[in-house]
């Protein structure tokens, strides 16, 4: 019998710096498995060769940060039947995006030695604000098990089961303490999306919000009036919204509410 064809799997690369491509990878044993499961046509993280699509499956890691970046993710989604992506990069701006609340120029003339030789976008912004994208997979870096629900998912033809809920329930699940109730220490797991496995909160420190704002209404403002409670400054509040996904439209908002 004919061998039967697998579909193809890609693993793109914008501004970033290959976390969650390396997620993959961190997959070990499960990556075999994969492996026979999918055609890895296009991952130059992992090897030089660069199969042709169309593709798939399309997973994109990292942000818009240059006019060629604009350009080339139109490519990607041309080539692409499923659109994924993956990390705070892909899906909120990440880290980079902290440029979007400052002089990018001022950045580039003080940074480089010959800034003429420098073209950037004046902003760090998400894929799916320049092209549709089917599904976001949160994190910075991504969970791999989510990874390898959502590729199952997506083979199988189901929905990913991908945990929406705030991080108080991860922790509630695990049975850590609060650690706002218990040690007063600032805590953004109310308002965050949960999935990187509690670890900061079993370590007794507050999340940071690696995996971003809840989707449904994350109340930042409740908090942010508990994080001053607490004895935070408005400098304080407004830097715990702007790290990881600080352009996620919830925390951009609640950041600016708090400058100065």
């Known amino acids: 019998m004919p061998e039967k064809k697998r579909p193809k799997l890609a693993v793109w690369k914008f501004s970033s710096c290959d976390g969650c491509q390396l997620s993959l990878l961190d997959c070990e044993l499960e990556l075999l498995a994969v492996a026979e499961a999918v055609e890895i046509a296009y991952f130059l993280e992992a090897t030089r060769t660069a199969g042709k699509g169309p593709y798939d499956l399309s997973l994109v890691e990292g942000s818009i940060t240059t006019p060629h970046d604009v350009q080339r993710i139109r490519e990607v989604?041309?080539?692409?039947?499923?659109?994924?992506?993956?990390?705070?990069?892909?899906?909120?701006?990440?880290?980079?995006?902290?440029?979007?609340?400052?002089?990018v120029k001022g950045f580039i003339d003080r940074v480089y030695a010959h800034p003429e030789y420098i073209e950037t976008l004046a902003t760090s912004t998400a894929i799916g604000d320049h092209v549709a994208v089917d599904f976001e997979l949160r994190g910075c870096p991504i969970n791999k098990h989510q990874?390898?629900?959502?590729?199952?998912?997506?083979?199988?033809?189901?929905?990913?089961?991908?945990?929406?809920?705030?991080?108080?329930?991860?922790?509630?699940?695990?049975?850590?303490?609060?650690?706002?109730?218990?040690?007063?220490?600032?805590?953004?797991?109310?308002?965050?999306?949960?999935?990187?496995?509690?670890?900061?909160?079993?370590?007794?420190?507050?999340?940071?919000?690696?995996?971003?704002?809840?989707?449904?209404q994350p109340n930042t403002a409740a908090l942010a009036e508990h994080f001053t409670a607490l004895g935070m400054d408005a400098r304080d509040v407004q830097r715990r919204f702007r790290s990881f996904n600080a352009n996620a439209v919830a925390f951009r908002k609640e950041s600016e509410a708090h400058a100065d």
Do not use: W
């Open 77 to 103: 989604r041309r080539l692409s039947k499923v659109l994924v992506t993956i990390g705070a990069c892909a899906t909120a701006g990440g880290i980079q995006a902290l440029r979007n609340f400052h002089d």
């Open 147 to 216: 990874l390898l629900e959502l590729i199952g998912a997506l083979l199988n033809k189901r929905k990913p089961n991908i945990p929406k809920y705030a991080e108080c329930i991860e922790c509630k699940l695990r049975g850590t303490p609060c650690v706002m109730v218990a040690k007063g220490e600032p805590c953004l797991g109310p308002v965050v999306q949960a999935g990187c496995g509690n670890l900061c909160p079993t370590q007794g420190r507050g999340c940071y919000g690696c995996f971003g704002p809840i989707s449904h």
